[in-house]
Structure formats: C-alpha cells, structure tokens
C-alpha cells in the first residue's frame, strides 16, 4: 500500500488542513471565558500543574500549550465578538500527566481535535465527553482508562478517528456506531472488551481501518463486507475467536490488510479466498489450520499477496515443495515454528522479490539449494533449527541486499504481522518488516565444511549466527569486514585454530560466543571482547586475561606446564565438570530410554552422540 493509498494520510492532510485554517488567527484571539474555565478544571483533576497553563481565570487560554482556537465568527456563532476564541484542538499527549478526565471537558463544545495519549490517566470516561456534537479526533490511547466504554459514544456522530488502544476498557463493545457515518478510523486494541463484533460497527460503510487486536472477544468471527465497502485495513488478531474461518472477507473489496493471527479456527482457508485480488497482507499465525497444501494453492491466487505469514499452523505437515506454485508478488514469507516436513521448496525460487524468509524451527532437510543467492532483495534469512546438511551455499555470500541494504526497494507497513520468539529476549514484536535487523541464521542444523571468508563481503549483516552445526577449519579474519555485525554466534561447531584479533575492530558487536569448538591461544584484547562472559568461550583450550589465564612469558605459548599450579587448579576443575556430565549423561540416557524418542523426533542414541560430539566426551 503506497503513501497516496494510506488511510492514514488522508486523516494527516485533513488535520494539516485544520490547521491551516485556525493558525492564521490564533494570535489576535482571546479566550471564551467558559472555555478558559473549563480548561483550568480540568488540569485541577491533573496531579501536576500542566506546562505553559496560567492559573488564573483572565489568562488567554488561546496562547496556552497544546490549545488551539478559533474565532466565533469562522465558527458561525453569534455569541460573542469576532475576537472571541473557541477552543478547537487540544492535545497534551506524551507529557506524563496522571489523574483523571474531568466532566468539564464536556464545557469545550466546539472541540474538534482531542489528544491526550501516552498519558497515565484513569478512572472511567466522564459521560459529558461523549456529548461533544462536532468532536472529529479523539485519541485516548495508552493511558489508564477503565469500566465500560459506553453506548454515549454513539452520540459522536462526526467523528472520524477513534483511538482507546492500550487502555483497560471491558465488558462488551456497544452496538451504538449505527449514526456514526463519517467513522473511519476505530483502534481499540489492547483493551479487556468481550463478548462479539457488534453488528452496528461491522455494517459502516465508511470504516478503512478495524483494529480490535489483543482483547478477549469471543464466538464466530462475523463482518458484513458486502457492507463495509471502504475497508483497507482488519486487525482481529489475539482474541479468542472459534468456529469457521470467515469466508466473505474477499467481499470487503478494498480490503489489502488482514490479521487474524492467535484465534482458533475449525475450518482451513476457504476457496473463496482465491477471489481475494486486494489482499496485500495476510497474517493467520498461531490459528489451528491444517492442510499447508491446500492453503498455499489458495492463497496463490491472491494476485497482489506481498506479506504472509502462517507460523505456529501445520504441524508435522509435508510443505509442498513443487515449482507449479507461484507467488510473483511475495517479499515476505513467514512458516516457522510449525514442524514442518520436506526440503526447501522449488516454488520459492520463483519469489524473485523476496525480502524476509523464515522457515525456523522446522523439521526440512536436505540441503540449501545454490539459488538461494539469486534473491536481489533478501535482507533477513532465518532458517535456524531445521535439519539441513552439506555445505553452506556459497552463493549466499553474495546476496545484494546484505552487501549494500537498499531501503529504497522497502515499502513501510504499519502491519504487525510478525511475532519473533528467541531464548534471550522472549518474545519480540516488528510493526515493520524494514526494521528486521538484516540477518543470516543458520544454527541448529547439521551443516559442514568451513566458513566461508566471502562472508566478509556482508557488510549490512547484524545479526550472524552459524551456532549448533558441524563446521571445521579456522574462524575467517574476514568476518572482520562485516562492519555492522551485532551477534557472532559460532558456538557448538568443530571449529580449530584461534579467535582473530582483527574481530575487536568490530565496534557494534554485542554478542559473541564461539562456545564448545576446539579453538585455542588467546582471546582477542580490546574493542567490545573485554566485555564478553567467559560463557562465550568456554569448552575450547582459549585463554583471556581471566579465567583461565593466558600463560606468562616464561611458558611457551600453545604448552601446557604440567607443573604449573594453575594447571593443576584446571584439571582437577575439568575433571569434576567430566565426572558431573558423566552422571547427568548417564540420567539422561535412562530418560531417553523411557521416552523412545525426543521432542523433535530425532533418536535418543542420536541426540546422546552428538552430545558427546559436543562436549568431547566421545574424543
């Protein structure tokens, strides 16, 4: 969706256009008294003064911070002097005012253009502010908001942007949007409403963008999109939603937008889908689907699908993997966490404008396929805790995009399409796919050969991680010329020799571990090293300034002094972390036994092997 189609820069020219027409004047105008007063009570419900507001009742409230008026006269109102000043905007939003809304916001009758978000308001929403008669904006997100909302709302029948998300709202949502024609904007997400969709909202006509993302609303997912004729955008995701995948979605035809992610559904994507010609993102992760093939042999005929994204779906399903699926239009594509079965699909290779693959945490295998280089576009490769051998493909070494990102060929997307899950940061939400740190992840596979030194040439690469696979040979110094590298994950390889010194001229490296491999000497000084645990390097022969100790100049370097007191301290420290893996290996091999089998399938005898590689017990 370009900026000329955004529903979001229609609203900004209609409010630049307000602006336009109440700033010329707002110099020589004095304050409405009533206005003036109304505004000095409601910062007495504030519990701090508000910035740049005189406390006493003579002061022009038209000069006051946050408020903008207007003259009488351009208002066509006959109740005062031209001069007069009529309270038209007033946004004090991100100032950290708490307290609550006072019933005198009620008084500010020619209000068109309330703001007060990113605050720490609470208690409910006072009845007078849903008596506003020309109110057009009313942004009350992120504060502390609570109670029902109201079927007063209603009653604001020229409104045209609604905003309470991230509120504590509950109960149901009114049935009470039936007069509010000119309604294109309602977010309401990260509240506590319950019950259904209420039939007057999901039957406007003017409505652009629904998002009632993160509440807990309930029974079968039901729009009118014969109806809502003007629809762009539809965020139900995060509910608790059963019953049928909608069928008519297709019939809401300007709909580009769609986020049903976290619900639970009986039936999988509907035929009707394949009619879907406007639909730009789809997001129906973690949704109990079954039936992958079928699903994609839909969704192909989705002529202008660019984002899509069907993680936690298809368990222990086989993802078909023939060329005769086409998705011409696909930058994004996101089918993790699903145990899927098969190898790297032939029809990917025909996503010659793809951006963001993820295909993490599945069972594929084989290997990965040489084409995967010829993506000119691909920025973020995540294909960590699958089953893939052979060699890494060379040709991934000279991906366009990770040489020199090109932001040009991104288009911004306010669609929260992707929920990221990794052991050190929990959970992680990307509103925007640009703002995917570029990435090549590789761990958690049975791959080997060496590293390439070409990997150098991926100089717009933050975050690199080859961890939990078969790699031998020395680590490049040419890593060093990946200058934007963040993460450097090698750990639990085969890898020998020691650590380059030229990796401390990598100032934005955060996280480092080159764990469980067989690399010695010395641990490189300098740059962000001094500020890596020894959990980084341990389980290899590598010495530092600390624990252990490099040897001093009397010991050749790469010798062991056998009668060294240090070395002594080590080898017995060695010999009970031996002798305690030992019994935990042993305790684990009685479970395994028990089990058969491990979660992901793989053999108990299996796994326990390739421990010992690990660790070098089996050495």
Known sequence: ??????????????????????????????????????????????????????????????????????????????????????????????????????????????????????????????????????????????????????????????????????????????????????????????????????????????????????????????????????????????????????????????????????????????????????????????????????????????????????????????????????????KVLIMANSRLRGSMPQWLRGCTRLQLLDLSWNRLGGTIPSWIGDFQSLFYLDLQMNSFVGEIPKEITGLPALIHRNMSIMEPSDFPFFWKKNKTSGVLQYAQFTSFPSTVDLGGNSLNGSIWPEFGNLKDVRIFVLSNNFLSGSIPDNLSEMTDLETLNLSYNNLSGSIPSSLARLNFLSRFSVAYNNLSGPVPRGGQFSTFPNSSFEGNNLCRDHAPPCPTSQSQPGLTNHGDDNYGSVHHAMSDINLGMTIGLAFGMAIGIALGTTRTGDSCLHVIIRFCDRVKLCR
Not at 171 to 189: R, T
Not at 315 to 325: H, I, N, V, Y
């Open 1 to 330: 969706m370009g900026v000329r189609d955004s529903p979001w820069a229609a609203l900004a020219v209609a409010w630049l256009f307000l602006q336009a027409q109440v700033l010329h004047s707002q110099e020589d105008l004095v304050c409405n008294s009533s206005d003036s007063k109304a505004l000095l009570d409601l910062m007495s419900n504030f519990e701090s003064p508000i910035e740049g507001w005189e406390l006493n009742a003579t002061a022009n409230c038209c000069n006051w911070l946050g408020v903008v008026c207007d003259s009488s006269s351009s208002l066509g109102l006959s109740d005062g002097p031209s001069s007069s000043g009529r309270v038209v905007e007033l946004v004090l939003a991100s100032k950290m005012h708490a307290g609550n809304l006072s019933d005198s916001i009620g008084k500010l009758d020619q209000l068109r253009f309330l703001n007060l978000s990113h605050n720490l308001l609470e208690s409910t929403l006072p009845e007078s502010l849903l008596h506003l008669p020309n109110l057009q904006v009313l942004d009350l997100s992120h504060n502390e908001f609570s109670g029902p909302l109201g079927s007063g709302i209603g009653n604001l029948t020229e409104l045209i942007r609604l905003d309470i998300s991230a509120n504590e709202f509950s109960g149901l949502i009114p049935d009470a949007f039936q007069n509010m024609k000119k309604l294109q904007f309602f977010i309401a997400q990260a509240n506590g409403f319950a019950g259904s969709i209420p039939s007057s909202l999901s039957n406007l006509p003017s409505l652009k963008f629904l998002n009632l993302n993160n509440n807990s609303l309930t029974g079968t997912m039901v729009l009118n999109c014969s109806a809502m004729s003007s629809l762009v955008s539809l965020d139900l995701g995060s509910n608790n939603f059963r019953g049928p995948f909608p069928e008519d979605l297709p019939n809401c035809q300007k709909l580009q937008s769609v986020n049903l992610a976290r619900n639970k559904f009986t039936t999988p994507i509907p035929q009707s889908f394949r009619n879907f010609s406007s639909l730009a993102y789809l997001s129906i992760s973690n949704s109990s689907l079954s039936n992958v093939s079928s699903a994609l042999r839909i969704l192909q005929h989705c002529s202008n699908l660019t984002v899509l994204a069907l993680t936690l779906n298809y368990f222990d399903e086989e993802l078909p993997g023939d060329a005769s699926l086409s998705f011409p239009k696909l």
